[in-house]
């Protein structure tokens, strides 16, 4: 094949009853009002294919059979001959034809089921994916269908960016606010309790009653009493000095 692409619009031609369209090549009338049709691009080649240059392309076409227009086409096969209906029509086989006094056979397409005793719907090898209608009004008016969203600039990210910013140093500096807010009630109320502690002071111990509490800020002190009690003596011993003579 070399560098000579074989796909689309290459491929085989589709089978039209009156005319070809003014986007196509028409190559050959086969029988009755039918012509095989090529797509502008490509040239009319042996075995109803459409080739993408003037040299014959039939053997790269069969060998790997596809419409010309994979698109809105669908690929029908009769006697080992392919051709080419719309996506919205149904390839058949008319027999009891006559051709030089003889019976023969000819193929066409019919919008739903093709009607007459003598015509035989066939079943597509290879279906297309969209309508013919799409594809042309996509073709006519490229700006409806090939919309281009452009991207964000930094101009229109800033704001966003911004915003988000905001509101996360917002957040932060809620939650520390609140933390703080928090250990100031806890501080506030240990002092009161320290305060209320201190303004209660100690009781003086009453023996009768175990374990009383303090009252007072300052523990009670001596009674006002001039008469000091001094250390007692030894009552059965009387005083006496010492002897003058050390040795006796």
């Known amino acids: 094949m070399g560098d000579t692409d074989y796909g689309p619009p290459a491929g085989f031609a589709i089978r039209r009853n009156g005319t070809c369209t003014a986007k196509e090549e028409e ?7 039918w012509y095989n049709c090529c797509p502008e691009s490509t040239h009319c080649s042996d075995n109803n294919t459409c080739c993408p240059t003037t040299a014959g392309c039939s053997a790269y076409i069969e060998e790997d059979p596809h419409c010309a227009n994979n698109a809105t086409w669908d690929l029908y096969i009769d006697n080992n001959n392919y051709f080419c209906c719309l996506s919205t029509s149904t390839g058949f086989v008319a027999s009891n034809l006559m051709y030089n006094g003889s019976s023969t056979t000819g193929v066409g397409c019919a919008d739903g089921l093709p009607e007459g005793e003598y015509n035989n719907a066939l079943i597509p090898v290879a279906r297309g994916n969209a309508s013919e209608s799409t594809v042309t009004s996509a073709s006519a008016t490229p700006s409806a269908t090939n919309t281009h969203t452009p ?48 303004q209660a002071g100690p009781m003086s111990p009453d023996a009768s009653t175990p374990g009383q509490e303090y009252k007072g800020v300052y523990g009670g002190e001596l009674d006002n009493n001039p008469a000091r009690v001094e250390l ?17």
């Not at 190559?27 to 009002?33: D, E, F, K, L």
């Not at 100031?184 to 002092?191: E, G, K, S």
């Open 151 to 198: 991207s964000p600039t930094a101009s229109d990210t800033a704001p966003t960016s911004s915003s988000n910013a905001g509101a996360i140093a917002g957040g932060v500096v809620g939650g520390c606010a609140g933390v703080a807010l928090i250990i100031a009630l806890v501080w506030f109320l240990m002092r009161r309790r320290k305060q209320q502690a201190l």
């Open 232 to 248: 007692y003596g030894n009552p059965n011993m009387l005083p006496h000095e010492l002897p003058t003579n050390a040795s006796q």
């Open 27 to 33: 190559c050959s009338h086969p029988w009755g009002n």
